[in-house]
Structures are given as C-alpha cells and as structure tokens.
C-alpha cells in the first residue's frame, strides 16, 4: 500500500464500517472527487469528531483531486475534537482571506496568493497561488503553492502547480518548533 493508499484509508476509517467501506471503494475504483463527497458528507452526516489537522489533510486531498472549492464549506463545518491542532485552514473558517500581491519573487509576481493552511506552532502560512480571471476571480487552478513567513513577506519555497501534497508535507517538515 502506497502513502497515498495509506492516508486515503485512515481519513475514511474516521466513518463507521459501512461508511467506511464505501469511500476505500472510491479509492480502488478510482472515483476519488466521489469518495471525498462522501467522506465529507458521512463526517457531516454523522457528527463525528476531526480535529484540525485532519481537515487540513482532506482539504489537501481535495485540492489534489479539484474538489477543494466544493468540499471546503463542508469541511469547515465538521464537528471539531477540541484538540489543539499542529495546523488549520485559513481559507473558509470564518475569517476574511486577506489575499496577498506584490511578491518579489519573479514567478508570483501576477498572481495573487491565498492564505490556505497555517502552522499554528511558528506561524508559516502555504498559500495557493492564484492567476487573476478577466470575470473577477481567481483562476481554479492554482499556479505554484508557496510556504511563506507569517507576516506574508518572504516566499521560503515554491512548489509548482499540481504539488499540493509535497508542499503540505514540507510545511510540516520545516516548522521549527514541531
């Protein structure tokens, strides 16, 4: 079983048995934006407990498989454990995104970048960088992923479109105090 395999069964196994079954099933059948759909619903449907840093796990998941602007106000609507978290959403939790432009870095230099998950020990932030749509919006797609200072100043590393998972995974490998 891959790491991929292995995360997609521990998020589901937060469902009951038959719930659970279902969304591995999406997993093997390859129907993964439906698994998620379902995963979201049954932890909705259900009340059950997640804490932060699994709904930043299936917000990823979502992200990787195009799903993230659907799912995330279903996400966030998760009953909480209570448990302190090493990370959190910051798109969709109830508080305005600030967006952030003007970065130096000559790759983010048109696009606007999304606050999307927050360290909560040292504060880095991995935004989702976005093109501006002629209609007024941001590009579905993100451009390039980047972990950034708290203060939104300094770009301490991109990743390119498609990395969403290998920069989430880097943002908690590189926190200091974890």
């Not at 891959?2 to 009951?16: C, F």
């Not at 932890?43 to 998941?61: D, T, Y």
């Not at 967006?99 to 983010?108: I, N, R």
């Amino acid at each position: 079983m891959d790491d991929n395999t292995a995360l997609w069964y521990r998020i589901a196994d937060l469902l009951p048995p038959p719930a659970s079954k279902e969304v591995k099933d999406c997993w093997e059948i390859g129907e993964q934006e439906c698994g998620l759909g379902l995963l979201v619903e049954g932890l909705l449907a259900r009340q059950v407990p997640i804490g932060g840093a699994g709904r930043v796990q299936i917000s990823v998941l979502a992200e990787k498989w195009g799903e993230r602007e659907r799912l995330t106000p279903g996400i966030v609507r998760c009953l909480g454990d209570g448990a302190p978290a090493g990370v959190r959403l910051l798109d969709g939790d109830g508080d305005e995104v600030e967006v952030v432009t003007g970065w130096s870095e000559p790759e983010l230099a048109d696009l606007v970048l999304v606050p999307w998950i927050g360290c909560t020990r040292c504060g880095q932030v991995l935004p989702r960088a976005h093109a501006w749509e002629p209609w007024d919006d941001f590009s579905y797609l993100a451009e390039h992923y980047v972990i950034s200072t708290s203060s939104h100043d300094t770009a301490l590393r991109i990743f390119p479109s498609g990395s969403a998972g290998e920069a989430f995974a880097e943002l908690l490998h590189s926190c200091p105090k974890a």
